[in-house]
Structure formats: C-alpha cells, structure tokens
C-alpha cells in the first residue's frame, strides 16, 4: 500500500506543532515514515504524554507508609494490611461519550477495569462521576440515557458493582459532557504486576480480542477541542465488549497464578504503541514487533492502522518462554487470542516489520522520554468580588428548590440501572454516602467516595481543589472509613489559553495542599484537557476519588436514622452562601468565592468523628445544599420526617465546610457533647429525625409531598420515562 | 449433600452461588460449561447469573445449548433438585427445563433494586420454610427478567401451584407478577431475584437465607 507523503498539513492533521515535528526531526535524524509520524502523534499527545500538566502533577502529595505504588502505573497501589492490597484508579472517557454516549462510556468502564486487573487485582468496584449540560438543552437527555445505559451494560455484564459517582448538570458541559470512571480491585500486596519488561529476547505476547480499525486517532482526538465536525468523528469511538474483557479478566488472573507473567499492559489509548512504549521504556530494553502475527479482525490493514488502532479488550504481556505452552492453554480455555507479536531486544529501538518491511525504527526512550513538556503561560484567576444581598426565600421553598433540581434530586433512575450488588459484597448501596465494599473472604471493607464542586473550582480554583478532596475525605470518615489515599481525574479546557493553565494550577495546588495537611496521598490520576467546544470551556472539574479502609465491618457507620434521633451538626456553622447550591438552584447565580476550607479543622473533626463513631447510628458530612439538604435526604432514605430548629438561611443551607450531620439517641447526644467540648470540636443539636413530616422553623410540609419531588425530579426535569 | 455450579464464560454471581450454598453447610463443586458430566453425587445443581456469552443473542440461548445443560437436563429428568438465578433462570426456559420466556424489561432499562416479594407456594423444596402468602425481600438486577407464557401456560403454572414467587410492585412487567416458577415435579426452580445476595444481615437483608436452610433441609430429611 501506498504511504501518503509527510507534508505539513499530514503533520497538523496529527495534532503535532510545527517545533515538535523539528522536535521529531531532531531524533529520528531523517523524515519519519507515515507509520513513525503516527506514532509519534499517540504518544506525544496531551493525552498519553501530560505534556502541560506533567511538571504540575510532579508537585502532587503522592507518597506516605501505606503506598506500595504511586501515579505512573496503570493504577495506584495502597497497602490494606494482612498482605492485602486495593489497586485504583479513576479515568475520563468525555470526547468518546459526547459523540456516542453508549459505546464511548462502555469503553470508558472498560480502560479502568482493565487498569486495575492489568495489575493483578481482581475489581471489586466502580463509580462513575458524570457532568452534563443543562438539563433543557436538547441534546442532554440523550447523553444521559446513553451514558446511564453504557456504564450499566458494560460493568453489569463485567460482574462488577457500581457503588457511587456523581451526577451534575451546567450549561457549561453543553458542548462536552465528562464521563470519569473509577474501578478498585484487590490483590495479594506480594502479587502486585508491573508494566517494565526485563530480560532481552523475551516473546512479547498479544492477547484478547483481535484487532480492528475502531478507535484509529482516538488519543489525538481526545486531545482537541470540538468544533462543527464533531459529528464526523464517530467512527473514532470504540465499541466495547464486556463479554470478552470478563473473559480476558479471569484469564489474566490465572496467567498471572501460574507464573508465567514478567510484564503485563493494557491497551488502551493509541493501543499497540503506547503499550509496547511503555514496557520497553520502563524496563531499558527495545521491542521488535511483528505485524503479520496480530490477530485481526479484518484483513488488509496498514501497519499504521495496526499500530494505532484502540480496539478494546488487548493486552500485551512479556512471557517467560518456558511457560508458553501453560499460557496457551489458559487462553484457549477462555477461546481469546493468544500470539506472539515479538520479542525484547537489548538495542534502543522500537521496530515495527509487516512482511518484510520495516515500517517503523525509531529510538525506543526518545518516544516517551523526550516527548515535549510545556511550562504553559498562566494567570491566577482574580479572587470572586464578596457576595451582595440574598433574596429573601422561606426555608421549605429553598428545600424545594434544590429537591426539585436534577441535580440535587433522588438520582435512583441512574443507579439503579448500575448492579451495586454483583459479588454480594456491597455493605452500602449508592445513594447513602460512599459506597462501602467488604474485602471477600475478610472483616475488612473499603469505602468509595467521588467528589467535587466545580462552582467552586471556577471562582476560586485554590480553594476549590482544596474542597474537592475535603469533601472526598470527609465522606469517606462519615461511613466510619480511614481516608487511605486519593485519586485525581482533572477535567479542563484548552491549556494553551492562560486563564484556563491558570484553573488547572491553581487547582492541583489546592490538591496538593489538602492531601499532604491529611495524609491522603494521590497514587494514580488522569488529566483530560480541551474539554471546549468553539472555544467555550467546561467549569474546572478536578473530580477526586477517595479509598478509605473500614477495619472491621462492625466499625462501618449506618447512612439510615433511627425514629427520635437527635440530628447533630459537627463542626462549625457560620452560614456561607457564596457559590452555594441554592443561590444556583433557586436564583440562578454563581456569586461570591467558595467556601474557604480549613484543612486543620477537617483533620480534627475527621478524627473526632471516627473516634467516636460508636455513638452514632448514622452520620453523612455536610457539603453542596447544607445542613438542611443532608438532613432531609437522610430522613427521607430512612423513610422519616424531620425537624429542624434554625430558620435562617444562611445556617440552613450554608455550605461551612469541616462539618458532620449526625443522628443519634439522647444518652449519645449527650456524651458526645461532652466529647466534643473536650477536643474543641463545635458541636450543636439542629433537631431530631422522625414522624412523617419535615419542619423548618415553624413551617412544616408532609414528608409524603417532598419526598415525591425528590424521588420523581431527575426523570421530569430531563424528560425521561419515569 | 452436595451442590455444583456451573460456569458459562459471561457467568458472575457463580463465586456468589458457590459461597451462599457453602455457607447453608453444601459441599460445593464447581462444573465448567463445556463438561459432559457433572461432579459425581450432585445433589443440586446451581445456574448462576451473569452475562453468558455475552447475552448477545436471546438471554440464556446459548448457555442452553453448552455441553453441561445436557448433564443437567438428565440430572433432572432423574428427579435431581436444579436452581436457576437470573440468567439461570433465562438459561432454564431456554433449555426448555421450565416453560415460558424472560423478555426484556418493560421499562426496557437495566434494573437493580430490593424488591417486596410473596411467597406463592410453600410446596417445594425451596420455599418449605416459608408459609404461602409471607413477604419478603430480594434483590433484582436484570435487564430482562419479563416473564411471559402463552395463557394456558399461565394457567397451567396457577393450577398446579408452581408459582414460587411474586412480585409486590411489578419492577419489569412479568405476566401475572411472577417472579419464580416451579418444574411439575417442583424441583426445578428458577428466579429472577437473587436469594445469593441476602444470606447475611451485612449485605442489607436475610430473607434469602431461608431457601438454602429449606434446600439444605430437604437433604438432611433424605
């Protein structure tokens, strides 16, 4: 087949400026073939290289005792004692799931589940945080059925349990919607696998599903903005297989058992390249491919499209030779593709053959070690002029104002459409809190949580960033969780305009700052920029994924209030409205700085909390829509009424952070006041849970009437059947 | 007494099932779907949920037609005790072991929720501890758990008492809210529910317990 000629216009079409194709000149010491060009371009974009958030992400607090493996594997790795381990990450499919919701949020569940199981760990759980347009836009209920169904058909057919997430809608994400992905799995800490390859001649093995020409581009165009020509970009988007990745998983794992593994990865952006990259890269050795011994799925495909195609479902692994005829068997069990694609090699280079043609010899290290890194122009966003005058509103009008708004409503109609309970493991379903998993076989359980308020983030990325893994943290402590360590999946616009360089700063330091004030290191992460459309950016979503470890399941904290609790608030109350859900949700505006998070104060709550959580028989922290909002979705999960004693607004609906809803009997009440005046923790009893009516003050609605809206408002305010 | 359970590929409640019989005092065994024969001495037969092979074609279709549906059609044509969950329940009808179909939800969205459920029989030897009429809770978690039946089927099923479960709030439009059906010789159950998932007040529920104790019971008498 003819290869096109390299022009300048090829080199533009695959994302590459004109000094990094000098960059590329440079190294290869000649013009690249159309093969090396494309190569080039997958592994130097935003996407596989970081190249404007790398020097950022380096400041991040990554470390502490219980981390056994940081960011740059395909997942991070966190000690949960008795020689056990939980391996997560969090991932954004948003480009793909724009232009096909189903496919491009199926395969986004997919890459993640394969990260984890990549490492040796078997995946007990995924969440997903999703970011729409306004719920009137036209193309918004679409995305939402499509995404909702994606995630479920893949991670249901998967076998693994979707035990949190997020749903938000702004007319910001009208244009890009973001669809984050987490999955955590368990292994044995002393099994944990690696992507660097070792030892020279060793047979580099493909294996899953064949490979087709889907998904051709797809890391360069995750890598743009959208303009008009997005429709014409589907045929980018994979399609996914869960059948064939729960196959691919149970033959992995038993590859794995028998010994026969040196260095494993996944496949997921720009494929066969960034997967051979990587394990050549990260063990010193070069890779010789052989293109005429991938299995595919059709026939006639260029070594360009062979090496960049992102089918889902592969894997390439190097093999310990004397294993082979065991491996073989293993993945004929499962009827996957079993190949020997190459080999290892001692020199620098990373050769590509198909036939008797060398289509690609370029130098191995150079393609991920000298990949550009920006020290990208930014400007510190102007702090948020102080909040003017609130309108006056009655307190039950304000409640119903976010309970009617999908964004805050009962999101059941998403869930419920995601199995939570595959492996009948799940100890919390979504809905109350994080999600709280038990390790099979053990008294101990995780807690998954996945948190952030963009309204926040775009008036005050600093504080904001803090507040997303405050608020993380916090959730995981109200389910009776130790935080353990984060994860980081930073969604923002095009890096190349400084305003927004200045959004993602600022935001990681904010990051940076809350994990290292509460030991709650960030092990893996994922950066997904250009996320605009003409030129119009999404609110900085910087989502944090939290992991905390619940020892002892008896130690777990109840998400239901018992009738006659006492509702207790922990922490402090001084009633900030500024970017509040309800100046959003019932006025319409995004005014004032955020609320400022005092990262000594969440420690000394968090703590006190977990020690005393023997006194609660419930507990959820205090975040978006305030007190009142926590205290009427506890009550009404538990099926209970509630009477709150304040009546001012600000107190009511305030988003003060470091702050706990409680629920708990009188003698509790008591002890823990005392308790709390001791360690210096602000304590106040705002009501109590019970009776079939919700009272603010001295207004009062039936329960039945509220928790209707709650229940109905997500599928009305989008449209969809009930 | 002892209980199998089989794997299909796209099968995942069989670790689930395997653990739920262990836990009633069954010794489990595990059959593979390209096996001719099932472990030696099985007592009961457990089909899992799960997407097997992928459920690309009808729910349970091929599963139904794998070489170890052959061994489990003679294990209950012998009289042998079968138990079908979710897809097992769709492998069931398919396999032609209990009659009628499982369509796709009428809401034709995936669906997982607890649900209220009646005992509608207490004259098998899975609902023997339970008396007609008692309410319990179950998880779902299908997309296509329909149940439909020509309507002599339907009338046949109401006759002979073989209607195991009901719902109480119909969560995917099954005809006449049934939610478990049982074989003529009442051995054969399959269900849309999972009893697998509520075994232990940690998982947010025991009721369904109560069929491995019954099931396990019935070998004890034996």
Redesign the interface.
Known sequence: MQEPEITEALVAAHGLKPDEYARILRIVGRTPSFTELGIFSAMWNEHCSYKSSRRWLRTLHTTGPQVIQGPGENAGVVDIGDGLAVVFKMESHNHPSYIEPYQGAATGVGGILRDVFTMGARPVAAMNALSFGAPDHPRTAHLVRGVVAGIGGYGNAFGVPTVGGEVRFHPAYNGNCLVNAFAAGIARADSIFYSAASGVGMPVVYLGARTGRDGVGGATMASAGFGADTEEKRPTVQVGDPFTEKRLLEACLELMASGAVISIQDMGAAGLTCSAVEMGDKGGLGVRLELDRVPVREAGMSAYELMLSESQERMLMVLRPEKEAEARAIFARWDLDFAVVGQTIAEDRFVVLQGNAVKADLPLRALSGEAPEYDRPWVAPAAPPPLGPVPAIAPLDALRALLASPGHACRAWVWEQYDSQVGADTLRTPGLGAGIVRVHGTRKALAFTSDVTPRYVAADPFEGGKQAVAEAWRNLVAAGATPLAATDNLNFGNPEKPEIMGQLVRAIQGIGAACRALDFPVVSGNVSLYNETEGRAILPTPTIGGVGLIDDIAGAIGALPREGDYAVVLGPTQGHLGQSALLWEAFGRAEGPPPPVDLAAERRNGAFLLAHRHLMSAATDLSDGGLALAAFEMAAAAGLGVALEAEDIAALFGEDQARYLVACGFDEAEALAAAAAAAGVPLAVAGRFGGDAVRIGAATAPLAELATLWRTSFSRALGLPD | MRAAVLTF??S??D??LA??FAAHGFAVSRAWHKDTALPEGVDVVGIP???S????LRCGAIAARAPVMAAVAAHAARGGHVIGICNGFQVLTEAGLLPGVLMRNA?L?????RVALEVATAGSPFTALWQAGDAIVL?V?H?DGNYAADAATLERLEGEDRIAFRYRDNPNGAARDIAGILSANRRVLGMMP?P??A?EA???GTDGSALFRALAGAFAVA
Not at chain 2, 53 to 56: H, I, R
Not at chain 2, 109 to 113: L, Q
């Open positions: 590929p796209g995942n409640c670790r689930d653990v739920a949920g799960g997407y092979f992928g459920d690309y809401g969205r995936f669906v997982c929720r998880p978690a997309h999972h697998e998932r075994i940690a998982q947010g």
